[in-house]
């Protein structure tokens, strides 16, 4: 059975930072395209970074791109989402996802929530001004 769950969410001002983390049970993070996606009130779920299978490539969104951080720790199972220089735009519950299909493609591709195959319950994220 694989789970995902992430942790590290909270209350933060702008201008500050948080790490969320996304523990992986049940498939290797080296063998699956990772993602992050956020939802915020009223909003469709939208791509924020992914980090593909072999570990070469990640993707950001415009909108987080310079401000945002993925990575990886295969030891530890574990995807990570760094978060610097938060807005109150940047509010919003934050989910991982996970794509076992090993392919190599584009970055419409990867930000396309419908291609991941596995997704966490979430973590909220709310920053204030």
Request: hydrophobic share 30%.
């Amino acid at each position: 059975q694989v789970q995902l769950v992430e942790s590290g969410g909270g209350l933060v001002q702008a201008g500050g930072s948080l790490r969320l983390s996304c523990a992986v049970s049940g498939r290797s993070v080296s063998s699956n395209t990772m993602g992050w996606f956020r939802q915020a009130p009223g909003k469709k779920r939208e791509f924020v970074a992914a980090i593909i299978w072999s570990g070469e490539m990640t993707y950001y969104a415009d909108s987080i791109k310079g401000r945002f951080t993925i990575s990886r720790d295969n030891g530890k199972n574990t995807v990570y989402l760094q978060m610097n220089s938060l807005k109150p735009e940047d509010t919003a519950v934050y989910y991982c996802a996970a794509d076992s299909k090993v392919v190599y493609s584009s970055s419409s591709y990867y930000s396309t929530p419908g291609n991941y195959d596995y997704w966490g319950q979430g973590t909220q994220v709310t920053v204030s001004s």
